[in-house]
């Protein structure tokens, strides 16, 4: 049985283990995750997917009346069904955590209006409690939304959808969510410079339950493997298969000093910068005038940085190998 968002294929062990096989179907959907001690955790929906489905059910109800549940095509491909309550052009949608315990922005209330638009055309409206850039990053400007680019995507095709199941000429749909401002100041979102509200990302669309049933899971891969290469993220999981395809490519997380413990030899460390370098030293950024690594990275100052952390680095873990890319694949930082 392989997991189709990580691509891992389980160990028949785990399976057979598995103390709920009623949920194994969800697990061969990708809506959860089997661990190495048998327990099935449900991934989580993001807030990009939560803001799709809202945004849809508004249109919808617009035509329905009432609409309790949308279909929404998440980024990763994965066709969902989520609970709504819309009424007449009005719709709201709760975040769900799964079983991912820190997720501070769970059951939070996303709120989408549409009104029809008889000239035509689809315009959507980030409204109240979405966050904005408070400075230009490499790859965001000055008063942008934080809305990623596949959360985006996601949100508009849902309501291009929508549009055309409702029969409508065309809509404009304002999303908001109340509570974002107040529930951004427990995110990163104040450190990293994005203001007044919460960021609308997704890569996949759904959450990793992250908790420590899942790192034993993912530690007991580790011990296994017999070439490792650790990584943080959904991009730096599609890189590492590219630059590494003998060996096994592990997401991690943020949990990269629990995985160099289960690490049996030698291992290399790859993916985007952010997390990486943090890791390395969390004070990377001291005296760059820069807010995150990403915005680092495209300074003047990256390559020196970079060749230093990562060479301090290897001191203390000989046997590792760090490589560094940027969003598009490109190696940025290499060990020697």
Request: glycine share 10%; net charge negative.
């Amino acid at each position: 049985m392989r997991d189709p968002i990580t691509d891992f294929e389980y160990p028949e062990a785990w399976v057979s283990a598995c103390r709920s096989p009623d949920l194994l179907p969800d697990v061969r959907r990708g809506l959860a995750v089997l661990t190495a001690s048998g327990t099935v955790l449900r991934r989580g929906f993001t807030t990009g997917t939560t803001a799709a489905a809202a945004c849809k059910a508004a249109v919808l109800s617009l035509a329905l009346d009432t609409v309790t549940g949308v279909g929404v095509t998440l980024p990763c491909g994965i066709a969902v069904r989520i609970p709504v309550d819309a009424y007449r052009g009005r719709a709201s949608c709760w975040k769900d955590a799964g079983d991912y315990p820190s997720d501070v922005t769970a059951g939070l209330e996303f709120v989408a209006t549409a009104v029809p638009s008889l000239s035509g055309g689809v315009q959507f409206v980030p409204g109240e409690g979405i966050g904005s850039f408070g400075r230009d990053t490499p790859r965001h400007r000055q008063g942008t939304p934080a809305i990623s680019a596949p959360a985006l995507n996601c949100i508009r095709r849902s309501i291009d959808e929508a549009v055309e199941e409702a029969g409508l000429h065309g809509t404009t749909v304002i999303l908001t969510i109340p509570r974002g401002a107040e529930v951004a100041q427990k995110t990163l979102n104040p450190r990293v410079g994005v203001q007044a509200g919460i960021s609308v990302l997704g890569t996949t669309g759904l959450v990793e339950p992250w908790d420590d049933h899942m790192a034993e899971g993912v530690l007991d891969r580790i011990a296994r493997a017999r070439a490792v290469v650790l990584t943080t993220g959904r991009l730096g999981l599609r890189y590492s298969r590219l630059l590494f395809p003998e060996r096994e490519a592990v997401l991690v997380g943020s949990q990269l000093q629990e995985a160099l413990r289960a690490v049996d030899g030698d291992a290399v460390i790859c993916g985007l910068p952010g997390l990486i370098l943090k890791f390395m030293n969390p004070d990377v950024l001291e005296g760059t005038g820069c807010a995150t690594v990403e915005e680092l990275s495209a300074t003047p100052l990256w390559e020196e940085v970079a060749r230093r952390e990562i060479s301090a680095f290897c001191l203390r873990y000989p046997r590792l190998r760090v490589v560094i890319v940027d969003r598009d694949g490109r190696v940025i930082g290499e060990s020697p």
